[in-house]
């Protein structure tokens, strides 16, 4: 079962513009809400992460935006830039588990047009 | 500091061949992580190990099998390759903190 669903696929946004990625999740145990960046040919790396007790968080040009009673969290790319063209994925972890585990989404590749 | 690091690269196999993937983490990480990257399935889990001397089940384990060979190495063999094993593998670390540190992948590719 996907427990964390990511919309949409793919994203073209013109440089200057606002991205906009959603995801969605399931289970209430999920505390932990970070969103990781991939450059093609590397791994993924965390960007900015979330927890519910905030509505959201900004770090820059990036912020979160959490919806804890709708299941949903959001992550919007202001003024984007060329360089920000990777792929994004949102993931959530319960953090009770101690694991570290972490389940994400299906992921977005963003292209930002100059 | 090199961070995770992944061998190797690129690999071609033929179906039915075996072969290990390799994985090294110098951040004196407690846990350590496999995944599969496919187009539209994003990142799945395939095994963990969450402290030295304990490996567990991810979400797509069937073909795979791990080892914890120390607190710095985490291996991921494939005994009879599948054509459905061709893909992107990442391997991950982290500690304390739930930020997950990854390699730079190994590319897979079972004729």
């Known amino acids: 079962q996907q427990q964390v669903k990511q919309s949409p696929q793919s994203l073209i946004v013109q440089k200057g513009g606002i991205s906009i990625i959603n995801c969605a999740y399931e289970n209430t145990a999920f505390d932990y809400f970070p969103w990781y960046q991939q450059f093609p040919g590397k791994g993924p790396a965390l960007l900015i992460a979330i927890r519910p007790d905030v509505s959201e968080k900004k770090e820059g040009r990036f912020t979160i935006s959490f919806n804890k009673s709708a299941k949903q969290f959001s992550l919007h790319i202001m003024d984007s830039q060329p360089g920000d063209s990777a792929t994004y994925f949102c993931?959530?972890?319960?953090?009770?588990?101690?694991?570290?585990?972490?389940?994400f989404g299906q992921g977005t590749t963003l292209q930002v047009k100059p | 500091n090199a961070g995770v690091t992944q061998t190797p690269k690129f690999q071609v196999l033929k179906t039915g061949q075996s072969m290990t993937l390799q994985c090294a983490q110098d951040?004196?990480?407690?846990?350590m992580y496999w995944y599969r990257q496919d187009p539209g399935m994003g990142l799945r889990l395939i095994y963990y190990?969450?402290?030295?001397?304990?490996?567990d089940k991810g979400e797509v384990p069937n073909g795979y099998n791990v080892s914890r060979l120390n607190k710095r190495e985490f291996s991921l063999r494939l005994e009879s390759a599948a054509p459905s094993q061709t893909s992107v593998y990442f391997c991950a670390s982290n500690s304390f903190s739930y930020e997950q540190y990854f390699g730079p992948g190994t590319r897979l590719t079972v004729t």
């Open positions: 993931a959530a972890s319960p953090t009770s588990s101690n694991t570290g585990k972490l389940i």
């Open positions: 190990s969450a402290s030295e001397g304990t490996t």
């Open positions: 951040m004196n990480h407690n846990s």
